[in-house]
């Protein structure tokens, strides 16, 4: 009862601020979406080549032909790639709707289709007229990771035809558990469109089994305006998926450098101890002032010349070059310290082990099925810890009403304000 009391008092404190206006929001440009039939036929005849590939020993001499198979591992139309990303550590559960369009000949139109992380399928809303004031519903369990982007293809997507001939949404008023929080202005554009926020979601996350007893929250999607069709009234919406902060981890076996000197699984470390971190050459004790955790479907695995070490993809190591490195170098630049330069890691190169004082080859990477809980620390002077013998990279300290409330107050709000 007490954390419900917090965030209502926290909402209407919010609302008071904005003088009954919501923040409107530009959104920023993403990923193109030039999805055609053609292509469709030349990238599943690629990937069946790749397929060829796949199933052989190439050798050395020909492994930049499986570069050039990067990418044809899914589907034509999967909005993710491969490797571990936000969805690793859960994310949404259900999605509801306040109307459906009937399902016509193979295609359906339900809710779930939004967030299904598939270009090839989209949301109608199915009532007479444009759909203003039609309306998704996501429902997160409260140990989803915190989102800190809303990325939306509008309309269907699928096919230009299908694009223009239907309408797309211009206004979406997105409320955080019923909490009118932004106005989403869209353009009219099949590419992907970006909104960035300060994180949503719960944010006290070192202790996971007081995490999953708080309240479950909502995002709810109301369509305000739209740009019409050239055919139908319809209005699509193809995807709205996230992306956010609380997914980059290791495995709960991880050791753990403590400032005297012993280890520590990463699971079994506390608020309030000392670990070491490291910095310029310097080694610093510091005490653990938060200890993060999510579930994971999926991890990387890293094997070394003499060690293994299981984590998220986003998670930078520090190579034997000075420079931080990992699977997925652009969401640890949203996720981390947005001046530290991120590289992608590849296999053969060289890591350093300061403890030890000597360097240590990636021999091999891998993406595996991973089933649990993960962790992560943030100490009080935020400098990277030793995970396993290599240097890890760590989050941010976050303001304390960040970690433990919803936001609000969206990052990128245009100037005029208002609705």
Same mark, same amino acid.
């Given at each position: 009862?007490?954390?419900?009391?917090?965030?209502?008092? &926290?909402?209407?404190?919010?609302?008071?601020?904005?003088?009954?206006?919501?923040?409107?929001?530009?959104?920023?440009?993403?990923?193109?979406?030039?999805?055609?039939?053609?292509?469709?036929?030349?990238?599943?005849?690629?990937?069946?080549?790749?397929?060829?590939?796949?199933?052989?020993?190439?050798?050395?001499?020909?492994?930049?032909?499986?570069?050039?198979?990067?990418? %044809?591992?899914?589907?034509?139309?999967?909005?993710?790639?491969?490797?571990?990303?936000?969805?690793?550590?859960?994310?949404?559960?259900?999605?509801?709707?306040?109307?459906?369009?009937?399902?016509?000949?193979?295609?359906? %139109?339900?809710?779930?289709?939004?967030?299904?992380?598939?270009?090839?399928?989209?949301?109608?809303?199915?009532?007479?007229?444009?759909?203003?004031?039609?309306?998704?519903?996501?429902?997160?369990?409260?140990?989803?990771?915190?989102?800190?982007?809303?990325?939306?293809?509008?309309?269907?997507?699928?096919?230009?035809?299908?694009?223009?001939?239907?309408?797309?949404?211009?206004?979406?008023?997105?409320?955080?558990?019923?909490?009118?929080?932004?106005?989403?202005?869209?353009?009219?554009?099949?590419?992907?469109?970006? &909104?960035?926020?300060?994180?949503?979601?719960?944010?006290?996350? +070192?202790?996971?089994?007081?995490?999953?007893?708080?309240?479950?929250?909502?995002?709810?999607?109301?369509?305000?305006?739209?740009?019409?069709?050239?055919?139908?009234?319809?209005?699509?919406?193809?995807?709205? %998926? &996230?992306?956010?902060?609380?997914?980059?981890?290791?495995?709960?076996?991880?050791?753990?450098?403590?400032?005297?000197?012993?280890?520590?699984?990463?699971?079994?470390?506390?608020?309030?101890?000392?670990?070491?971190? %490291?910095?310029?050459?310097?080694?610093?004790?510091?005490?653990?002032?938060?200890?993060?955790?999510?579930?994971?479907?999926?991890?990387?695995?890293?094997?070394?010349?003499?060690?293994?070490?299981?984590?998220?993809?986003?998670?930078?190591?520090?190579?034997?070059?000075?420079?931080?490195?990992?699977?997925?170098?652009?969401?640890?630049?949203?996720?981390?310290?947005?001046?530290?330069?991120?590289?992608?890691? &590849?296999?053969?190169?060289?890591?350093?082990?300061?403890?030890?004082?000597?360097?240590?080859?990636?021999?091999?990477?891998?993406?595996?099925?991973?089933?649990?809980?993960?962790?992560?620390?943030?100490?009080?002077?935020?400098?990277?810890?030793?995970?396993?013998?290599?240097?890890?990279?760590?989050?941010?300290?976050?303001?304390?009403? +960040?970690?433990?409330?919803?936001?609000?107050?969206?990052?990128?709000?245009?100037?005029?304000?208002?609705?």
């Amino acid at each position: 009862m007490k954390e419900i009391l917090i965030f209502t008092v &926290f909402a209407i404190s919010s609302l008071e601020m904005f003088s009954q206006n919501i923040p409107v929001m530009t959104a920023l440009p993403g990923k193109a979406v030039n999805l055609s039939a053609a292509d469709e036929k030349a990238y599943y005849k690629k990937q069946a080549d790749c397929q060829k590939l796949w199933n052989q020993d190439i050798g050395e001499v020909n492994l930049h032909l499986l570069e050039e198979c990067d990418g %044809y591992e899914g589907s034509y139309y999967d909005v993710l790639g491969p490797g571990c990303n936000w969805y690793c550590g859960g994310g949404m559960d259900t999605a509801s709707a306040s109307s459906t369009l009937a399902p016509a000949k193979s295609h359906d %139109y339900s809710p779930q289709n939004a967030h299904d992380l598939n270009y090839a399928t989209a949301w109608v809303e199915g009532v007479p007229g444009h759909g203003i004031g039609e309306f998704l519903v996501y429902h997160f369990p409260p140990q989803s990771p915190r989102i800190t982007d809303i990325i939306i293809v509008n309309g269907l997507a699928r096919t230009e035809s299908g694009w223009r001939n239907n309408n797309r949404v211009k206004k979406i008023k997105l409320y955080i558990n019923e909490v009118p929080s932004a106005i989403l202005c869209l353009a009219d554009t099949r590419d992907e469109q970006i &909104f960035h926020f300060e994180p949503i979601g719960y944010g006290s996350r +070192e202790h996971y089994d007081e995490l999953i007893k708080r309240p479950w929250w909502t995002l709810k999607f109301e369509i305000l305006e739209i740009y019409p069709g050239e055919k139908y009234d319809d209005t699509a919406i193809t995807e709205i %998926y &996230f992306d956010g902060i609380d997914v980059h981890c290791f495995a709960r076996e991880t050791p753990v450098l403590l400032a005297n000197g012993k280890t520590k699984n990463i699971a079994d470390i506390t608020i309030g101890e000392e670990v070491m971190t %490291y910095k310029s050459g310097q080694w610093i004790p510091s005490l653990v002032v938060e200890v993060q955790s999510a579930f994971h479907s999926e991890m990387m695995e890293y094997t070394f010349s003499d060690r293994t070490l299981v984590l998220t993809a986003d998670h930078p190591l520090l190579g034997s070059d000075g420079a931080w490195k990992c699977w997925a170098p652009e969401k640890a630049k949203v996720q981390l310290d947005m001046a530290t330069p991120i590289a992608p890691i &590849f296999q053969g190169e060289y890591f350093f082990i300061p403890q030890e004082n000597k360097r240590i080859e990636l021999q091999k990477i891998n993406t595996i099925s991973f089933s649990g809980i993960s962790y992560s620390l943030v100490t009080a002077n935020g400098q990277p810890f030793i995970a396993n013998g290599l240097v890890a990279l760590q989050e941010q300290l976050q303001s304390h009403w +960040e970690r433990d409330q919803f936001s609000l107050i969206p990052v990128a709000v245009s100037p005029q304000g208002g609705e």
